[in-house]
Nanobody, 123 residues
Framework: QVQLVESGGGLVQAGGSLRLSCAAS????????MAWFRQAPGKEREFVAI???????SYVDSVKGRFTISRDNAKNTVYLQMNSLKPEDTAVYYC?????????????????WGQGTQVTVSS
């Protein structure tokens, strides 16, 4: 069983930055693919970024060049650095872990989810 706890969300003006953190329980964190998803009101949950267990990273096109995912396996933590934020980035951001896949972008392939953290970008 893995528990995920996100932090770092908040209200920021367009062009600003936030860093989200996701702390995971468990002893095999390095074996998990870790990803960030987001869900805006009235929309489906959307893949944002992934740090695969093998180190591969990937991003949805809309955040490339602005967001960076990283992980610290010694601290069982994954981060999402978000720069140049836009109002359309407003959403609840979720951290997710997959023990079955080393790399996956579909939310259906993730076993564990955090409670979510709200990110609001004002124009």
């Amino acid at each position: 069983q893995v528990q995920l706890v996100e932090s770092g969300g908040g209200l920021v003006q367009a062009g600003g930055s936030l860093r989200l953190s996701c702390a995971a329980s468990g002893r095999t964190f390095s074996n998990y693919a870790m990803a960030w998803f987001r869900q805006a009101p009235g929309k489906e949950r959307e893949f944002v970024a992934i740090s695969g267990s093998g180190g591969r990273t990937s991003y949805v096109d809309s955040v490339k060049g602005r967001f960076t995912i990283s992980r610290d396996n010694a601290k069982n933590t994954v981060y999402l650095q978000m720069n140049s934020l836009k109002p359309e980035d407003t959403a609840v951001y979720y951290c997710a872990a997959s023990g079955s896949y080393s790399y996956a972008v579909s939310p259906a392939l993730y076993d564990y989810w955090g409670q979510g953290t709200q990110v609001t970008v004002s124009s």
